[in-house]
């Protein structure tokens, strides 16, 4: 069954809206006074005497059932907003095709000898929305506007205010996908009132990190721009999550802050795990690059070999590697010791999914010795907040067909989730309160964690002894 591409787009679709609203309201005005004159004059005769005999208050009648109708069209485009949307977002896309002459015209003179112009050529444009999401599948036809048809990209996303997620070029045709931008689709911390969730991190409303399947995270961002909220999210989500079965998912987090900035008071309640001097920080990833191969090694024990496998299969907990600032620590490095830093880094991304090693690195700036393209490719989620150069966004993001606008709000800016768009699109990091004390939730968190497995394991005791004791009776 071939799918549909949506609605084709006509010259009528100029005016959709207006003639829509124009002969809605004449067909339900006409409705409503020839209700309401047969329900007060019950028949013409007696309707010509009321004019005659009281024409002010019948023409005033005619403007109460005039005021009516407008109230209730106006009720109408407010319950069917949907309808209008859509009948609005065509009437633009016809406007496209308008403004730039994607047209050919001819004059033909009629019989009385007066010349109109024709429409000889009108482009094939189709409109569909879904999900929330605008498709607009244009047919490649070798015409003198092809060229123009690949390149609207960045035209539809100002007009629509959406972000384009997807191009494809195939069967002699382009198609645009573009995600509308809602703020509303922003979501807010609440520690008092939250739930846990499977091995996933949400970022925004439908929009769902998981961690296990979609390996390691940048986060970019200049000062101001709401990074550390964010990266404070990140962290405090690990200790949040749960497996398949809805135990908790006990992650192993390293923090790393060179800086010694607000990450580094984790010391207090992650002791041993937060490094922020030069050599405990390269003795830090030695560990985690030491503790990679040594799942491997599990892994590839005869009798635990399965291909296809990860590592929670082998009863192994996910390894977080949070390094703030990596970019500012490696320049300060000598030549052996940065050398040695890119090293790790780079096993750790390339080879770390499998085996549970994950890294989360931040930066005020991406830098092309520590992101080349074959490791940036290997980095699932990619964030940036606030404003970037447009090389900060190339070393962030990688080469993609995107206009980045001004980001003018705190916690506002762009994300790339793999498998979700090809390119990167708007993004708004979760609310923090004001009030968030960052330190004591995650003391919370580790402490309803530690309670948790306790449980866990009593409730384990308590079945072995269980099972031995049934043993027992049944040898007796």
Same mark, same amino acid.
């Not at 109708?69 to 309808?83: A, E």
């Given at each position: 069954?071939?799918?549909?591409?949506?609605?084709?787009?006509?010259?009528?679709?100029?005016?959709?809206?207006?003639?829509?609203?124009?002969?809605?309201?004449?067909?339900?005005?006409?409705?409503?006074?020839?209700?309401?004159?047969?329900?007060?004059?019950?028949?013409?005769?007696?309707?010509?005497?009321?004019?005659?005999?009281?024409?002010?208050?019948?023409?005033?009648?005619?403007?109460?059932?005039?005021?009516?109708?407008?109230?209730?069209?106006?009720?109408?485009?407010?319950?069917?907003?949907?309808?209008?949307?859509?009948?609005?977002?065509?009437?633009?896309?016809c406007k496209v095709i308008l403004n730039n002459n994607f047209f050919l015209l001819e004059n033909i003179k009629s019989g009385s000898g007066k010349s109109k112009k024709?429409?000889?050529?009108?482009?094939?444009?189709?409109?569909?929305?879904?999900?929330?999401?605008?498709?607009?599948?244009?047919?490649?036809?070798?015409?003198?506007?092809?060229?123009?048809?690949?390149?609207?990209?960045?035209?539809?996303?100002?007009?629509?205010?959406?972000?384009?997620?997807?191009?494809?070029?195939?069967?002699?045709?382009?198609?645009?996908?573009?995600?509308?931008?809602?703020?509303?689709?922003?979501?807010?911390?609440?520690?008092?009132?939250?739930?846990?969730?499977?091995?996933?991190?949400?970022?925004?409303?439908?929009?769902?990190?998981?961690?296990?399947?979609?390996?390691?995270?940048?986060?970019?961002?200049?000062?101001?721009? %709401?990074?550390?909220?964010?990266?404070?999210? *990140?962290?405090? $989500? !690990?200790? =949040? @999550?749960?497996? &398949?079965?809805?135990?908790?998912?006990?992650?192993?987090?390293?923090?790393?802050?060179?800086?010694?900035?607000?990450?580094?008071?984790?010391?207090?309640?992650?002791?041993?795990?937060?490094?922020?001097?030069?050599?405990?920080?390269?003795?830090?990833?030695?560990?985690?690059?030491?503790?990679?191969?040594?799942?491997?090694?599990?892994?590839?024990?005869?009798?635990?070999?399965?291909?296809?496998?990860?590592?929670?299969?082998?009863?192994?907990?996910?390894?977080?590697?949070?390094?703030?600032?990596?970019?500012?620590?490696?320049?300060?490095l000598e030549k052996k010791k940065k050398e040695e830093l890119r090293d790790r880094l780079f096993q750790i991304i390339l080879k770390g999914r499998q085996a549970g090693?994950?890294?989360?690195?931040?930066?005020?700036?991406?830098?092309?010795?520590?992101?080349? %393209?074959?490791?940036?490719?290997?980095?699932? *989620?990619?964030? $940036? !907040?606030? =404003? @970037?150069?447009? &090389?900060?966004?190339?070393?962030?993001?990688?080469?993609?067909?995107?206009?980045?606008?001004?980001?003018?709000?705190?916690?506002?800016?762009?994300?790339?989730?793999?498998?979700?768009?090809?390119?990167?699109?708007?993004?708004?990091?979760?609310?923090?309160?004001?009030?968030?004390?960052?330190?004591?939730?995650?003391?919370?968190?580790?402490?309803?964690?530690?309670?948790?497995?306790?449980?866990?394991?009593?409730?384990?005791?308590?079945?072995?002894?269980?099972?031995?004791?049934?043993?027992?009776?049944?040898?007796?």
């Amino acid at each position: 069954m071939k799918k549909s591409k949506g609605v084709r787009i006509r010259q009528y679709h100029k005016s959709v809206v207006l003639k829509t609203f124009l002969f809605g309201g004449m067909a339900l005005y006409t409705a409503f006074l020839s209700l309401f004159l047969m329900l007060r004059f019950k028949n013409l005769n007696n309707l010509q005497k009321g004019i005659e005999t009281d024409l002010m208050g019948t023409g005033l009648s005619f403007l109460v059932v005039l005021i009516i109708t407008i109230v209730i069209m106006g009720l109408f485009k407010f319950v069917f907003k949907k309808f209008f949307f859509n009948l609005n977002n065509k009437r633009k896309l016809c406007k496209v095709i308008l403004n730039n002459n994607f047209f050919l015209l001819e004059n033909i003179k009629s019989g009385s000898g007066k010349s109109k112009k024709r429409y000889i050529y009108f482009p094939r444009f189709y409109y569909s929305f879904k999900d929330e999401k605008i498709t607009i599948t244009i047919e490649l036809d070798g015409s003198k506007f092809h060229s123009k048809y690949l390149d609207l990209g960045s035209v539809l996303e100002q007009m629509y205010n959406a972000e384009l997620i997807d191009k494809v070029v195939k069967n002699s045709e382009v198609i645009y996908i573009l995600q509308l931008i809602s703020k509303s689709r922003r979501l807010s911390l609440d520690i008092k009132d939250e739930r846990k969730f499977k091995a996933v991190i949400p970022l925004m409303e439908g929009l769902n990190w998981d961690i296990i399947n979609v390996p390691h995270a940048i986060v970019t961002g200049g000062t101001g721009g %709401g990074k550390t909220y964010f990266l404070f999210y *990140l962290v405090r $989500s !690990l200790f =949040n @999550l749960e497996n &398949e079965v809805g135990d908790p998912l006990e992650c192993i987090v390293k923090i790393i802050d060179p800086k010694m900035s607000d990450l580094s008071f984790l010391d207090s309640v992650l002791p041993g795990d937060v490094f922020f001097e030069e050599d405990k920080i390269l003795k830090a990833l030695r560990l985690a690059v030491e503790e990679m191969d040594r799942r491997y090694s599990l892994m590839r024990i005869k009798e635990n070999q399965k291909i296809g496998s990860n590592f929670l299969e082998h009863n192994l907990n996910p390894y977080f590697i949070v390094f703030d600032e990596f970019i500012a620590f490696a320049s300060a490095l000598e030549k052996k010791k940065k050398e040695e830093l890119r090293d790790r880094l780079f096993q750790i991304i390339l080879k770390g999914r499998q085996a549970g090693i994950f890294l989360i690195p931040t930066s005020q700036r991406a830098d092309a010795e520590f992101l080349s %393209g074959a490791v940036r490719d290997n980095l699932g *989620l990619r964030v $940036s !907040l606030g =404003n @970037l150069s447009s &090389e900060g966004y190339k070393m962030t993001f990688g080469d993609v067909e995107k206009e980045f606008l001004p980001r003018t709000e705190k916690g506002q800016g762009y994300v790339y989730l793999m498998g979700e768009s090809k390119v990167p699109v708007e993004f708004y990091s979760p609310l923090i309160p004001e009030d968030y004390d960052f330190i004591e939730d995650i003391k919370e968190l580790l402490s309803r964690r530690k309670r948790s497995f306790s449980v866990e394991r009593r409730d384990n005791d308590s079945l072995a002894l269980a099972l031995e004791e049934s043993d027992i009776k049944e040898e007796v």
